[in-house]
């Protein structure tokens, strides 16, 4: 594995150990480096079992923290990094129509009133969408006044 060397100027030191609010895992970062900090401005160097044990964190997690240090700076281990993980979603305005169309129409043969795993179902066997959950159906149909939880038989 390659060995990453932690050195911290008095500046970097400082702007870590600034008060403030801050995020758990800016401070855990924040701690990392600073027991890493192998610089002129670091009294005693702390080994990486000895960081983990106390931080209660992983070998690796110590490693990442380093390494992204070095190759990208300080303010890329103290900012948290965007999500880049997104869905698309299923329920454009066309399938919701369809969907509420769908939920004020009669029920199924033998069913008192549409459930959402019923109207999931329907929807994919119509063609409207490849597969559903009946948790997209509830989102949906939240925000309308259709929401199953908004009535009140009797």
């Given at each position: 594995m390659k060995k990453y060397k932690v050195t911290l100027t008095q500046?970097?030191?400082?702007?870590?150990?600034s008060k403030g609010k801050h995020a758990a895992q800016t401070v855990l970062n924040a701690l990392i480096l600073l027991a890493c900090d192998e610089g002129e401005y670091q009294k005693e160097r702390?080994?990486?079992?000895?960081?983990?044990?106390?931080?209660?964190?992983?070998?690796?997690?110590?490693?990442?923290?380093?390494?992204?240090?070095?190759?990208?700076?300080?303010?890329?281990?103290?900012?948290?990094?965007?999500?880049?993980r997104r869905m698309p979603k299923k329920a454009d305005?066309?399938?919701?129509?369809?969907?509420?169309?769908?939920?004020?129409?009669e029920p199924p043969e033998g069913y008192h009133r549409w459930s959402l795993r019923l109207l999931a179902d329907k929807v994919v066997e119509l063609n409207y969408v490849d597969h559903i959950s009946h948790e997209t159906v509830r989102q949906v149909l939240k925000k309308t006044s259709l929401s199953p939880g908004n009535r009140k038989d009797g």
């Open positions: 500046q970097e030191r400082e702007a870590i150990s702390s080994t990486n079992e000895t960081i983990s044990q106390v931080l209660n964190v992983s070998m690796k997690t110590i490693d990442r923290v380093k390494k992204r240090f070095v190759e990208e700076g300080l303010d890329a281990v103290l900012a948290r990094k965007p999500a880049t305005g066309d399938f919701e129509a369809h969907l509420i169309a769908l939920s004020c129409s």
